[in-house]
C-alpha cells in the first residue's frame, strides 16, 4: 500500500528529553517535509529535504534536527531545546513536476508530561 | 514574501446549505493555488488546485476560480453534507525554483444536520 506512514501517532516527552518522530515514505518522492500544525496558526514548515544527505531550515527550526540517510526516511527530533513542543506534527512529500503538491501522513501528536 | 489569508472559522451550516469560504493571497509571479482538507485526526489531503489565472479547480462538488484580478481562491460548494465536517486550507506554490507551499490558518467547517 503506497504512502506516508508517521510514528508513532501519540508521544509524550519528559521535561530534558529528546524524542524521534519518524516519517517513512514509500511513493518515490525525492522532496520531504515536517510541518507543525498548532491551533489558530496553521501548518509551519519545520525543516525540508529535496534529495537525500541535505536538508534545509525552515522557518521554526530551532529546537529540532533532522537526517536524511536514506531516500524513504525523513525521522524528526525534537530536543530538549524546543521550550514548547506540544503540537501536532505532520510530514509530507512532493516529487518534482507535479506543482509542488503536497502528499501527507496522518501526523504524530506530541504531548508534554 | 508570500502569504494566504483565509478566516479560522468555524463556520456553522445546516446540510445541504451554500458554501463559501473566502482565501486571498499575496505572491510574486504566478502561484499554483491549492485546498486541503484535513478529517479530525488525520492529515491533509489534497481536494483542488488550479496552476493559473482563470482555471477552476473541482472535486467532490466543491469548487475554486484562480482569480489573479483579485489574487483570491474562494472555495464554494452547492450543498455541503454532514461528511464535509473538516478544516480546509488554502495553500500556494511559487513558481522557480524551490517551491515552498504557504498554508493559511485553515477554516473549520461544522456541519448539522
Known sequence: DGGITQSPKYLFRKEGQNVTLSCEQNLNHDAMYWYRQDPGQGLRLIYYSQIVNDFQKGDIAEGYSVSREKKESFPLTVTSAQKNPTAFYLCATNQAGEKNIQYFGAGTRLSVL | ?113
Open chain 2, 1 to 113: 514574501g508570500n502569504s494566504v489569508t483565509q478566516m479560522e472559522g468555524p463556520v456553522t451550516l445546516s446540510e445541504e446549505a451554500f458554501l463559501t469560504i473566502n482565501c486571498t493571497y499575496t505572491a510574486t509571479g504566478y502561484p499554483s493555488l491549492f485546498w486541503y482538507v484535513q478529517y479530525p485526526g488525520e492529515g491533509l489531503q489534497l481536494l483542488l488546485k488550479a496552476t493559473k489565472a482563470d482555471d477552476k479547480g473541482s472535486n467532490k462538488g466543491f469548487e475554486a476560480t484562480y482569480r489573479k484580478e483579485t489574487t483570491s481562491f474562494h472555495l464554494e460548494k452547492g450543498s455541503v453534507q454532514v461528511s464535509d465536517s473538516a478544516v480546509y486550507f488554502c495553500a500556494l506554490s511559487s513558481s522557480g525554483g524551490y517551491q515552498k507551499v504557504t498554508f493559511g490558518i485553515g477554516t473549520k467547517l461544522q456541519v448539522i444536520p
